[in-house]
């Protein structure tokens, strides 16, 4: 019943490479809180589980595996027991675009998935009801992309989108208005008054930024008022998308 | 001219240490930016830096070090060279609100020091003039915190307090609002309007929170409109604190 190398267990292991997911539509979520969102969310196709952890979770049937299988399907040091294969849950635009979002948070170019992660669960956490991951954004199922959007992979349509360029313009075709954060923008954030309409905001790496050369509506600033150059990444989207969900309710 | 071992080096390695670091008096800050920042901030004491460095950087005399001298002087993977050993900066609680601060953040008991560091960075950039490290949080001089901080260590007072509760009474007394940061708090961060009177913000461990039992005049939540459980705490502290300026800012 325990088993360490069954040709499941091994197909499992391989979803930490990212060719391996690409070929086969599939990932890795792991501990009870990622894995919880997944059953939700409808996308796991199998549940492995050590003894402990199965018998903590009664409401999940899963495989059994030992200690020594769950070390090598876990991607953290401490993977809680609990390990599922899911179904990637990726969207393409058009249809995400059909549900009308107010709210859309892009990644462009975020080679760091802890990141991308963030800013997803951030995006999640102001309402937005899609992001996409645009230009060389890192893998939205990376190991630690997942973990760091804490859930929120499982709540909001993924977009995949290797055009930046196509997808702003697919973005504003759609009635959005397509703004950049961007430290060195021409705009304030405080000082815009259409936050209230549907938008996209665009976010770059905290290395590189964004492309100079995306055709989109604005490019926005967060003020900063006292000595610090810049904001970390986190932060700058987490004002960005609360102001545009701030004002959304406001006008509601 | 080349050193690795000097005495100065040694005491300067050693500075890595926190125990070291509390009896001296001193600390590290590495890399082109914090050293800038560190000289503007009149704190630098001895300045070590490969020939490479050096050469980029005639404005600063430093001592010379070779490249096995800076490894063990820094605690990066890339120092880029240059490594300040600096007084530490802090200042009694008393003397950072006789500048009568409007804003204010207050780590309490955050163990992580890149959170602590990215909370000092996300204050000071909010235009926070006072941050506190209150109660069982991270050595504001850690090398992590330093790092996280990105310069802003140097920008603002920075206080010790171990003593959160009286931290608090203090904070009251000198006329400042105290508000909790909280998940789980009763009041809806985008519900106030008092947000243009001097306040004081308290960010707690992302793992753990706020203590239950801190005398605060208000538990705030940074609503969740999706499905995300939580923000991150970097999400949490920028959405907090730029509101604060903007409502500070909408009143001038």
Known sequence: MFTVRTPRVVAARRLHRRRDRDETGRFLAEGPQAVREAFRAGVVTELFATADAAAR????SASLVDDAAMEALADTVQPQGLVAVCRQRDVPLEQALARKPRLVAVCVDIRDPGNAGTV???ADAA???TVIFAGDTVDPYNGKAVRSSAGSLFHVDIVRARDTAATIATLQAAGLQVLAADGYGKSDLFDLSDLHRPTAWLFGSEAHG???DLAVDLRVRVPL???AESLNLAAA???CLYSSAKAMRSVE
Chains 1, 2 share one sequence.
């Open 210 to 212: 964004l492309p100079r």
């Open 225 to 227: 008022y006292g000595g």
């Open 127 to 129: 309402g937005a009801k």
């Open 57 to 60: 979770h009664p409401e999940w």
């Open 237 to 239: 989207a987490a004002v």
């Open 120 to 122: 997803l669960r951030t």
